[in-house]
C-alpha cells in the first residue's frame, strides 16, 4: 500500500514538473500574451533604494530628500535631526 502511494505521488510530480515545463517554453515562445499589467519590463519597473543616513531604513530614490553632500533622508525631520547632530 505505502508502494502504490509512492508510486502515486512520483507520477504525480512528474507530470506536474511536465505541465511547468510546456507553460514555460509557451511564455517563452509568445511573450506578447504576458500576463503583466504594464507593457514596462521588470527591469525598468524597478528603481534604485537609498539608506537614510539617520534611521537607516530604505527609500526609493525618488522619494529621498538629499542635502548638499548627497546623503539620503526619508524626511525632513531626519535631514534636520542629522545636521543638529554635534
Known amino acids: 500500500m505505502i508502494v ?23 511564455r517563452t515562445k509568445n511573450p506578447s500574451k504576458s500576463h503583466s499589467p504594464s507593457k514596462t519590463t521588470e527591469k ?6 537609498v539608506r537614510c543616513e539617520q534611521c ?11 542635502d548638499q553632500e548627497a546623503n539620503a533622508f526619508c524626511s525632513k525631520e531626519h535631514l534636520q535631526a542629522f545636521h543638529k547632530k554635534p
Do not use: C, T
Open 44 to 49: 525598468d519597473a524597478q528603481e534604485n533604494m
Open 4 to 26: 502504490r502511494l509512492i508510486v502515486f505521488i512520483a507520477i504525480f510530480a512528474i507530470g506536474w514538473w511536465l505541465y511547468r515545463q510546456v507553460l514555460a517554453f509557451q
Open 56 to 66: 537607516k531604513i530604505h527609500v526609493p530614490r525618488s522619494h529621498a530628500i538629499h
